[in-house]
T-cell receptor
Framework: GAVVSQHPSRVICKSGTSVKIECRSL??????MFWYRQFPKQSLMLMAT?????????EQGVEKDKFLINHASLTLSTLTVTSAHPEDSSFYIC??????????FGSGTRLTVV | AQKVTQAQTEISVVEKEDVTLDCVYE???????LFWYKQPPSGELVFLIR??????QNEISGRYSWNFQKSTSSFNFTITASQVVDSAVYFC???????????FGTGTRLTIIP
């Protein structure tokens, strides 16, 4: 089946620094990827839709300058949390659409900002 | 706009009991897809089932079964003879045909007591 690899799985960073999270489709090409954020004991909230070769589309209330998304190839999308603060601590999950398998999710990244 | 409601926030059952997780959805579209995902403590989302709006046939996969009823806009999930490994958060989700954005319910945390 389709596999989406997400790295790192856990990251701890200092307040004010930036963190990059990678999402790769391993055995298929993904023109569209999605980034979600999940707070403890809550549902997944869509942050943005990442389109290969074009700017990401952000959901209402998501700061595009803080959460930079780059989808430079058909197999890689990155989310950079810039100038991270403790309130950005969360679980971030990416997903990609494949023709045969529908939505495939990465394993998630647990970000802790100290 | 679409909406998915999972009214049961948390459920606990004793091992080997049957348990049903409820999902009620709202959409104006006539063509849509419904999903169930399992999120174990490790965080990754595990795909369980996809059902399109034209297929109301109930489905059984091992101990899992799904009941799709358009008349009540429900897509309920039953686990028969529950096991401790079934402990997880379960999400119901909806996407309208032609729209790639998944709408998730708030999730049901299922705990199987040994």
């Amino acid at each position: 089946g389709a596999v989406v690899s997400q790295h790192p799985s856990r990251v701890i960073c200092k307040s004010g620094t930036s963190v990059k999270i990678e999402c790769r489709s391993l055995d298929f090409q993904a023109t569209t990827m999605f980034w979600y954020r999940q707070f403890p004991k809550q549902s997944l909230m869509l942050m943005a839709t990442s389109n290969e070769g074009s700017k990401a589309t952000y959901e209402q209330g998501v700061e595009k300058d803080k959460f930079l998304i780059n989808h430079a190839s058909l197999t890689l999308s990155t989310l950079t949390v810039t100038s991270a603060h403790p309130e950005d601590s969360s679980f971030y999950i990416c997903s990609a659409i494949s023709a045969n398998y529908g939505y495939t999710f990465g394993s998630g990244t647990r970000l802790t900002v100290v | 706009a679409q909406k998915v409601t999972q009214a049961q926030t948390e459920i606990s059952v004793v091992e080997k009991e049957d348990v049903t997780l409820d999902c009620v959805y709202e959409t104006r579209d006539t063509t849509y897809y419904l999903f169930w995902y399992k999120q174990p403590p490790s965080g990754e989302l595990v795909f369980l089932i996809r059902r399109n709006s034209f297929d109301e046939q109930n489905e059984i996969s091992g101990r899992y079964s799904w009941n799709f009823q358009k008349s009540t806009s429900s897509f309920n999930f039953t686990i028969t003879a529950s096991q401790v490994v079934d402990s997880a958060v379960y999400f119901c989700a909806l996407v309208n045909f032609g729209n790639e954005k998944l709408t998730f319910g708030t999730g049901t945390r299922l705990t199987i007591i040994p």
